[in-house]
């Protein structure tokens, strides 16, 4: 198929598109998708009715995308707002960015504009951008302004209402809520004038995530400072956008066990497996995406905890089932979890040596419980929907209709994980979801995708009940 990228479209037009797309709080690569989307519709669309013989189905555009504003301010944690601007928009937000005179010295209007698909603001007084959006439109064409990082100098300034720059002259004239993560050194947080400027912006009703405690970026500071991280920031941009967003497991109770097991050999030595918990994990984080209240079952990952999401750590199959089992009454569990089918009889409680002429140490296994069957066959609190994952090397969908009969679950997401598939440790899964009803067969996606479409069903299912 052709390729055309926006750069070898001529110069007035590119300027036709950027204006459209700034009119639409857009990229110019969504406004461009949105135009070709319409036309393609507009094809496929049947020919107008000829009058007296009804009206043409209304041609309805697709609902924008929350768009906010991201005003990345001088600090060192500037970084990190590249990383918030990914965030962002892999959860399907529309990103505008200005950058202060000051960010300019940490971060490229150039890296910015790469990542939001589109050149970045930094100047009150540049006659093009006044023409072509302007502070008043930027300010007004945003569902929630955020400063990440907010410095102590932008907020003394935004509790005292100037705007001298671009990015306080929005800020100034926003309507919208204005989310502030705060970014800087700890005795710069703690300072009188700080906490000051903090309490009146609170009390202003601009939301607040982080600072979080702990290392800085100056050597040996420690302390109150750190931005918060972009995920932490990213789901405080999503509960504030949440009321204008559709809820689906609003008030669910949700279950998800994830990653692997660690069966202990010794106090040192264990039996793993390559699991890495990015499935469940991306599960978790959807479930709590759409609202449902998640409690996390984790074996040792090197995957941050999901924000919005309880998290429990555990090690063995055996603290996985009594985690589980504690966590009930759930009304949905998903069990991704990669469980160590067997574990080690007679656990060495020191390590165990390796010395001349000693015998090789054999180990033998004992089954650990079964989690999905366990909690599937309960009388008392079985959740109504019992969700497994059935990671096979062969005969993927007969393996799993076995496996759906034996664990007693409802639905099975059966994936191959042949290790020519990359799936086990890998960024991307191919699932057949597999229920009584029938089969069906999911595209190759990222496993971020998977979790949304495994959400998605699960929102259907409880809506026909
Ligand atoms: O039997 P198999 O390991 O293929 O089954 C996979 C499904 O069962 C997954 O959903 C997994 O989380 C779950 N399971 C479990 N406890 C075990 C073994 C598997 O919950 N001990």
Not at 87 to 98: N, S
Not at 273 to 289: E, F, L, V
Not at 348 to 355: G, P
Request: with cysteine.
């Amino acid at each position: 198929m052709a390729s055309l990228t926006v750069r070898q479209l001529d110069e007035a037009l590119k300027q036709q598109l950027r204006l459209r797309a700034a009119r639409n709080g857009r990229s110019v690569e969504d406004e461009v998708r949105n135009i070709l989307r319409d036309a393609a519709a507009e094809m496929e669309a049947p020919p107008p009715a000829r009058a007296g013989k009804g009206q043409a189905p209304p041609h309805r555009p697709e609902p924008p995308a929350n768009r906010v504003l991201l005003i990345i301010a001088g600090g060192i944690a500037a970084y990190k707002a590249l990383d918030l601007i990914r965030r962002l928009k892999e959860r399907g937000i529309a990103v505008r960015c200005i950058l202060t005179k000051a960010a300019e010295h940490f971060v490229t209007p150039l890296s910015a504009g790469a990542l939001v698909g589109e050149r970045v603001f930094t100047d009150l007084f540049d006659p093009k951008s006044e023409f072509d959006v302007g502070h008043i439109r930027l300010a007004r064409e945003t569902d929630l302004i955020v400063v990440a990082p907010a410095t102590a100098d932008l907020m003394a300034k935004l509790a005292g209402g100037h705007a001298d720059d671009l990015a306080t002259a929005a800020l100034l004239a926003t309507s919208a809520k204005v989310l502030l993560a705060p970014a800087m050194n700890p005795h710069m947080w703690a300072n009188k004038a700080t906490q000051r400027n903090v309490a009146r912006l609170a009390a202003d009703g601009f939301a607040l995530v982080g600072p979080n405690e702990g290392e800085m970026a100056e050597a040996g500071e420690r302390g109150r400072g750190r931005m918060a991280e972009p995920l932490e920031i990213a789901a405080a941009v999503e509960k504030l956008l949440g009321a204008n967003r559709a809820q689906p497991l609003k008030g669910r109770r949700v279950l998800v066990t994830s990653g692997p097991t660690h069966e202990p050999i010794d106090p040192v030595r264990y039996i793993a497996n390559r699991s890495s918990g990015k499935q469940g994990h991306a599960i978790a984080a959807a479930a709590a995406h759409a609202g449902a209240d998640v409690t996390l079952v984790s074996g040792p990952v090197i995957l941050p905890d999901p924000p919005g999401v309880k998290t429990v750590h555990v090690e063995s199959a055996r603290d996985m089932l009594a985690a589980v089992e504690a966590s009930l009454p759930v009304d949905i569990g998903i069990f991704a979890a990669a469980v160590a089918d067997w574990r080690v009889a007679g656990e060495a409680r020191q390590k165990i040596k390796k010395s001349p002429g000693a015998a090789t140490p054999e180990l033998s296994l004992v089954e650990n419980p079964d989690i999905l069957s366990t909690i599937a066959h309960r009388k008392a609190q079985r959740p109504g929907l019992v969700i497994g994952f059935a990671a096979e090397t062969e005969n993927v969908i007969a393996h799993a209709r076995e496996k759906l009969a034996k664990k007693g679950c409802d639905w099975i997401l059966a994936n191959d994980v042949s290790p020519e598939t990359g799936i086990m440790g890998g960024d991307m899964n191919t699932i057949e979801l597999v229920r009584a009803t029938g089969i069906e067969s999911w595209p190759p996606q990222s496993k971020e995708e998977v979790a949304a479409m495994l959400i998605d069903r699960i929102a259907q299912q409880l809506a026909t009940e």
